[in-house]
């Protein structure tokens, strides 16, 4: 008998079948960080630049966090991708 089929499920495998394509938590966690990593810099470009033209910075940095998250999750939850998306200058 398999020991994979027999392992406990935990809410993450049976959302995203995370064995099933060949990875583990650990890989995605550390994969998920770098990608935050990466793409922090949004959050601290996009309202600078567009500060400059007269937007206030903490509106523009707090929709640029949102219009980052919410495709994000889109993506990874509905459409179980793993794509992060956000505004490109």
């Known amino acids: 008998m398999d ?13 995203f079948a995370i064995r099933a394509r060949g990875s583990t938590l650990r ?15 949004i959050i601290f470009v996009n309202p600078s630049i ?4 007269g937007m206030p910075f903490g509106a523009v940095t707090a ?4 219009g980052a998250a919410l495709p994000t ?9 793993p794509l992060a998306l956000a505004s490109g200058m």
Do not use: Q, V
């Open 3 to 15: 020991s994979d089929k027999s392992a406990p499920t935990s809410i993450l495998e049976k959302l």
């Open 27 to 41: 890989r995605e966690c550390i994969a998920g960080a770098a990608t935050f990593m990466t793409m922090a810099y």
């Open 50 to 53: 567009l500060s400059h033209a």
């Open 63 to 66: 929709a640029t966090c949102i």
């Open 73 to 81: 999750l889109l993506m990874g939850l509905w459409g179980n991708y």
